[in-house]
């Protein structure tokens, strides 16, 4: 089926969407640290979307075929937790790592980032996964432009992160994104150059790369939305919305707290 392509209207709003998640982000950075629990991290993102930003928390009570209704207003996966975990009463201690996955509504356009947060002092191995999937997160989005295949950005992130020993998580993908949360197409983060379908301008997903410094397997904890490794192994995953320009792209999801763009690797990889 053919995917829609915004408007120069829908890119606007999606422009002020994907800025508020970055900003939201940038709110909560401040707030990581050992002693703080996610439920507490999670009370501050709702409450600074709902009073201080106008926008609407799309994860709390979504419920995709096959779910129950998701409990809060942002997902926080600590250490081996891949995605999708639910806020609650776990205290975060030095060494963890923390991703936190933000999707405010703005005037019916949703922005959707996420970012890896070091609670004190990460080791090395856990700051090297970190960083190792920022850099497939960032090697995905170099590889958009219109005319490209979808599995451009699914080769370019496998090939990094295999490289450095890491393993891809299959089961979730990054996804187009609007007016609805989850939209055509489904954009895997592993897979082959020159195959799939051919980016157009004014397309927009996400990129989304979950990385497991172990094996890639995964399985859903009894709450019913919380994902883990199986082997307990570290993940790491970091998440921007791009929308595809004739040129290349424009990440939709930055904001002045956003950490830097990596350089752009060279065509050799
Ligand atoms: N934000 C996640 C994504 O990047 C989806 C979370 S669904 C939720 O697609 F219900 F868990 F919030
Ligand atoms: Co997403
Ligand atoms: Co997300």
Not at 191 to 209: K, N, R, S, Y
Request: proline share 6%.
């Amino acid at each position: 089926m053919a995917i829609q392509l915004k408007t120069a209207y829908e890119i606007e709003q999606m422009r002020v969407a994907g800025r508020l998640a970055g900003e939201l982000l940038d709110f909560i950075s401040r707030y990581i640290r050992p002693g703080i629990t996610t439920g507490e991290i999670d009370r501050l993102c709702h409450d600074y979307q709902l009073h201080h930003q106008g926008t609407i928390p799309a994860p709390l009570n979504y419920a995709p075929a096959g779910y129950k209704p998701f409990p809060k207003s942002i997902c926080t996966s600590v250490n081996h937790q891949v995605c999708h975990g639910v806020p609650g009463d776990r205290v975060l201690k030095t060494g963890d790592i923390l991703n936190i996955d933000v999707t405010p509504i703005k005037d019916g356009f949703h922005g959707d980032s996420s970012r890896m947060f070091y609670v004190g002092t990460p080791s090395i191995q856990a700051r090297r996964l970190c960083e190792v999937t920022y850099e497939c997160m960032w090697r995905g989005i170099y590889a958009v432009r219109a005319g490209a295949y979808l599995g451009d950005i699914g080769a370019a992130i496998q090939q990094h992160a295999e490289s450095h020993g890491y393993s891809v998580v299959r089961e979730f993908c990054g996804h187009g994104i609007g007016r609805k949360f989850h939209e055509e197409p489904q954009v895997l983060h592993y897979g082959q150059a020159g195959t799939g379908l051919v980016l157009q301008e004014g397309m927009i997903f996400t990129i989304e790369p979950m990385i497991n410094a172990g094996k890639a397997a995964v399985r859903e904890l009894a709450d019913g939305w919380t994902i883990v490794t199986k082997d307990h192994s570290l993940s790491a995953q970091w998440e921007h919305t791009v929308l595809v320009t004739e040129r290349g792209f424009e990440v939709l999801t930055l904001s002045p707290g956003a950490p830097p763009p990596i350089p752009m690797p060279d065509r050799a990889g």
